[in-house]
């Protein structure tokens, strides 16, 4: 599967921003979907996830980020609001199985392929 994420950018604090992951090669819907964040200097990190209609967040993010995939379209979204300094950070789609569980969809080892991340800053 290959990966292509845009939709970062420099939006101010309490913006809202909508990343987006497009997918190529094998079948989309056979994976579980997920995002994860990398701030400078820190390990990347867990933020979302999306398996069949289950989706999942980190506690960071839950209530001001929305996961959503369209399989038609082979692609999945990230509803960013009500943004923050600390939000700011590359942004990476990545898929995993599809038999992925829960706790294993927070784990960076879980996922098989990774796009190339997109930027979002977000300024106080």
């Known amino acids: 599967v290959q990966l292509q994420a845009c939709g970062g950018g420099l939006v101010q604090a309490g913006g809202s921003l909508r990343l987006s992951c497009a997918a190529s090669?094998?079948?989309?819907?056979?994976?579980?979907m997920g995002w994860f964040r990398q701030a400078p200097g820190k390990e990347r990190q867990f933020v979302a996830a999306?398996?069949?209609?289950?989706?999942y967040y980190a506690s960071s993010v839950k209530g001001r980020f929305t996961i959503s995939r369209d399989n038609a379209k082979r692609a999945v979204s990230l509803q960013i609001n009500s943004l923050k300094p600390e939000d700011t950070a590359v942004y990476f789609c990545?898929?995993?199985?599809?038999?992925?569980?829960?706790?294993?969809?927070?784990?960076?080892?879980?996922?098989?392929?990774w796009g190339q991340g997109t930027q979002v800053t977000v300024s106080s």
């Open positions: 990545a898929a995993a199985p599809i038999t992925a569980i829960q706790s294993l969809l927070m784990t960076i080892t879980s996922y098989d392929y």
């Open positions: 090669g094998r079948t989309f819907s056979n994976y579980a």
């Open positions: 999306i398996r069949l209609t289950n989706t």
